[in-house]
C-alpha cells in the first residue's frame, strides 16, 4: 500500500511521461459515503464563479494568441499563483501529508525533492522560454530544427504526457468526489471531464488561468486556515506537536529522522533527478511562461510560484504530523473502529480526517469543495496543453505548414478540447480503481539542448528523444514496482524504480552522438541558425509580444 | 533594417558580451548554491541519516533534520529573489541598452 501509494505521488507530480499500469488500486476500498451537502453547495459556488469566468473569458478570446496564452496579458503575480495552482494539484495535498503521516521525516526529504526544481527553472529556463516560445513547447524544440519532425515529435511527447497526467487526475478524481461528495464515481468522472470541456473550450488560455488561480488562492489559504486551526491544538507549539505525533506513532522517535524510503543513494539520487528536471518538462507548466508579455513578468512569475509552492510544502508537512496524533488515535477515523487499522477511505486520506476533527463538517465541506476545484483546475490545464499540441504543433504547422488562418486553427483546438475531454472521462472510467504510475524525462533533454547546444541537430535530437522515450517506459516495465508487484515475477530486471538516472543519461548521449556525427547539409544550417536563436533568447530580440494580433 | 544586420551589431557591441557573461556566471553560481547542499542533503539522508537525529535544543523532540530541510525550500525561494532582483534591474538595463543601441 505504501509503495502504490509513492509511486501515486510520485507520478502525479513528476510525470514527464509515460506509460500507465494496472496495479491494485492505490485508495484501496474506497467506500461511497453519504451525499455531503455543504461540500456540494460549497463546490456548485465556485463552479458557477468560473463559469461566470468563462463566459467573460470567452468574450475576451479572439484570435489564437488569446486562446493559448491569454494573450500574453497575465502579469507576473497572477501566472505565479497559476503556475503554482497547475503545480499543486490534490494529490500534493493529499499525498504529502499522508507521507508524513506514515513515514515522518521522509514525507519531507519527498517535497524537498518536489521543489527544489523551481529555482533551477528560473536560473537556466525561465527568460529562454519565454523569449523563444510563442505557444507550446513544440515551438522552441523546433526553433531551427527540421519543423515536421521534430514537432511531431514533441507534440506527441507533449500530448502522451497530458493523457497519462489526465488518467491520474481523472482517476484520482472519480474517487476523491465518491468518498467527500457521496457521488457515484462515473458521474464524478464525467462532471470534471464536461466542466473541463467547458473552460478550455469557451474561455481558453484566460478561463483556465483565473480557475488555477481561484483555486491556488483556495488551496493555500484553506491549507494555511487548517494549519492554524491544528496548531491552536497545541498550544502554537511545535514541540508539543512532535512530541504527541511521537507518542502516537508506531515508529516513535524513527519518525523525525529519516528512514529507509531514501536508504539507497543510487536510487535516491535518481529520484531527484527525475524530479528536479521532471517539472521542467510539464508542457502545461512550460506554457504558461507564454502567458506574460515578457521576460521580466516571466522571472517574477517563477519567483510567486516557487514561494507559494514552498510555503504550500511546509503547510502540508505540518498537516501531515498534526494528522499522526489527531487522526492516528480516534477510533472514529479508522475502519471498525480499530486504531492503527485501516483509514476509513484509504491511506490518502489523513488530511481529509484531520479538517473534520479540527475544523467540522463545515471546514470538511468546505476543503472538499478546494480538493475538487483543484482537480478541476488541473485538468483544464492539462486539456488546454494537449489541445495546443494538437492544433497549433500537428494542425497548423505539422499539417497546414503555418497556412492555416487563425479561425481554422481554433476551430481545431475546440474541437481538440473536446476530444480530449471525451477522452478523458472515458480514460477515467476505464482506470477506474487502478494504480497510475508513470516514468520520467523525455521532454526536458530535447528542451535543454536545443536551448544551449549549437550543435543540436534534427538527427540528434530525434533518436535521442525516442531512446530517452523507449528506455524510461521499458525500464519502468522491468522495476521492482511493476515487474514484481505488478506483474508478479519473482525478481526486477532493473533494480530501481526511477529510471530517470539511466533513461536521461541514455537520451542526453544519443543525443549527443547522433548530432556530432551529423554532417548533413541540413545539420550545418542547423548549426548556423543558433545565433540567431541566441541572441533572441539572450536580449528578447524578435520574442513574440504582447496581442500578437 | 534587417534582422541580420542587427544581430550582427547586437553581437558586436561589448555590452552584449558583458550582459551574457554576468548572466550566465550569476545562473550558474546560484544554480550550484542551490543543488551543492541539496544533494548533498540527499546524500546525507541516504549514506548518515542518523546525522539528522540530533536534536535542535536540550530537551525539545525536534530533530535538525526539520529546519535544515525547511531552510532549504526557504532558501530555494529567497535566491530566486535574488536573482529576479538582478535580471529585473541590472540585467534587463544592459538588455535595453544593447537593443537601443543595434537600433540606432
Known amino acids: ?549 | 533594417m534587417s534582422q541580420k544586420t542587427l544581430q550582427e551589431k547586437i553581437r558586436g557591441n561589448p555590452k552584449f558580451a558583458e550582459l551574457v557573461g554576468k548572466r550566465t556566471r550569476f545562473a550558474i553560481i546560484l544554480s550550484l548554491v542551490v543543488l551543492v547542499p541539496y544533494y548533498s542533503f540527499m546524500l546525507l539522508v541516504s549514506l548518515q541519516p542518523q546525522i539528522f537525529a540530533a536534536k535542535i535544543s536540550e530537551g525539545s523532540v525536534i530533530t535538525i533534520g526539520w529546519p535544515i530541510a525547511a531552510l532549504i525550500v526557504i532558501g530555494g525561494w529567497l535566491l530566486t529573489g535574488v536573482y529576479v532582483n538582478r535580471a529585473n534591474g541590472e540585467f534587463d538595463r544592459l538588455t535595453q541598452e544593447v537593443l537601443k543601441e543595434a537600433n540606432k
Open chain 1, 1 to 549: 500500500m505504501k509503495r502504490s501509494l509513492f509511486a501515486l505521488i510520485t507520478g502525479c507530480l513528476l510525470a514527464v511521461s509515460f506509460t500507465v499500469f494496472a496495479g491494485p488500486g492505490a485508495i484501496e476500498g474506497v467506500q461511497k459515503q453519504p451525499v455531503n451537502v455543504s461540500a456540494i453547495a460549497m463546490f456548485l459556488i465556485f463552479v458557477l464563479a468560473t463559469l461566470g469566468i468563462t463566459k467573460w473569458a470567452a468574450g475576451k478570446t479572439k484570435s489564437t494568441a488569446d486562446f493559448y496564452t491569454a494573450g500574453g496579458g497575465i502579469t507576473g503575480f497572477q501566472n505565479g499563483l497559476a503556475i503554482a495552482g497547475d503545480y499543486m494539484s490534490a494529490a500534493t495535498l493529499l499525498g504529502l501529508t499522508s507521507m508524513v503521516y506514515f513515514k515522518g521525516y521522509d514525507g519531507f526529504v519527498y517535497a524537498v525533492c518536489f521543489f527544489i526544481g523551481w529555482p533551477i527553472i528560473l536560473f537556466l529556463m525561465a527568460e529562454r522560454l519565454r523569449n523563444l516560445g510563442k505557444f507550446t513547447f513544440a515551438d522552441i524544440a523546433s526553433y531551427r530544427l527540421d519543423q515536421n519532425r521534430i514537432r511531431t515529435f514533441a507534440a506527441i511527447g507533449s500530448l502522451t504526457v497530458v493523457c497519462f497526467y489526465l488518467i491520474v487526475q481523472m482517476v484520482g478524481a472519480g474517487q476523491l468526489i465518491q468518498l467527500l461528495f457521496g457521488l457515484e464515481y462515473n458521474t464524478a468522472v464525467i462532471c470534471v471531464g464536461i466542466l473541463m470541456m467547458v473552460y478550455v473550450t469557451f474561455g481558453g488560455m484566460t478561463a483556465t488561468t483565473w480557475v488555477q488561480i481561484i483555486k491556488a488562492c483556495l488551496l493555500l489559504g484553506g491549507g494555511i486556515t487548517l494549519m492554524l486551526l491544528t496548531l491552536s491544538k497545541f498550544g502554537w507549539s511545535l514541540d508539543n506537536l512532535f512530541t504527541k505525533a511521537i507518542e502516537s506513532h508506531k515508529l516513535g522517535e524513527k519518525l523525525m529522522a529519516p528512514g529507509s524510503l531514501m536508504a539507497d543513494p543510487i536510487s535516491a539520487f535518481s529520484l531527484s533527478l527525475g524530479l528536479l528536471f521532471g517539472t521542467a518538462g510539464l508542457p502545461h507548466i512550460m506554457m504558461r511562461f507564454f502567458t506574460v508579455p515578457n521576460a521580466k513578468e516571466a522571472r517574477k512569475s517563477v519567483f510567486y510560484a516557487t514561494g507559494f509552492i514552498g510555503l504550500f510544502f511546509l503547510v502540508t508537512m505540518v498537516l501531515g504530523a498534526a494528522a499522526i496524533s489527531i487522526v492516528g488515535t480516534n477510533p472514529d477515523f479508522f475502519e471498525g473502529g480499530v486504531v492503527g487499522g485501516k483509514l476509513i477511505g484509504g491511506g490518502n486520506m489523513p488530511v481529509m480526517h484531520l479538517t473534520k476533527a479540527v475544523g467540522g463538517d463545515i471546514f470538511l465541506g468546505f476543503l472538499s469543495a478546494v480538493a475538487f476545484a483543484t482537480i478541476l483546475a488541473v485538468v483544464s490545464g492539462l486539456a488546454l496543453a494537449g489541445a495546443s499540441a494538437i492544433s497549433h504543433d500537428l494542425y497548423a504547422r505539422v499539417i497546414k505548414k503555418g497556412t492555416a488562418t487563425s479561425a481554422q486553427e481554433m476551430k481545431v483546438t475546440r474541437i481538440a478540447s473536446v476530444g480530449l475531454g471525451i477522452t478523458a472521462i472515458l480514460l477515467g472510467i476505464a482506470f477506474k480503481d487502478q494504480n497510475v504510475l508513470f516514468a520520467s524525462s523525455v521532454n526536458f533533454p530535447i528542451l535543454i539542448l536545443s536551448m544551449y547546444w549549437k550543435g543540436l541537430t534534427t538527427r540528434g535530437a530525434l533518436w535521442g528523444g525516442i531512446a530517452g522515450l523507449v528506455s524510461s517506459v521499458g525500464l519502468v516495465v522491468l522495476s521492482p514496482t511493476v515487474w514484481v508487484k505488478i506483474l508478479g515475477n519473482s525478481a526486477a530486471i532493473f533494480p530501481y524504480d526511477h529510471p530517470a538516472i539511466v533513461s536521461m543519461t541514455l537520451a542526453f548521449f544519443v543525443t549527443w552522438l547522433l548530432s556530432v556525427t551529423d554532417k548533413s547539409a541540413r545539420a550545418v544550417k542547423e548549426k548556423e541558425a543558433f545565433e540567431e536563436q541566441y541572441i533572441r533568447a539572450q536580449t528578447g530580440l524578435g520574442a513574440s509580444g504582447a496581442h500578437a494580433h
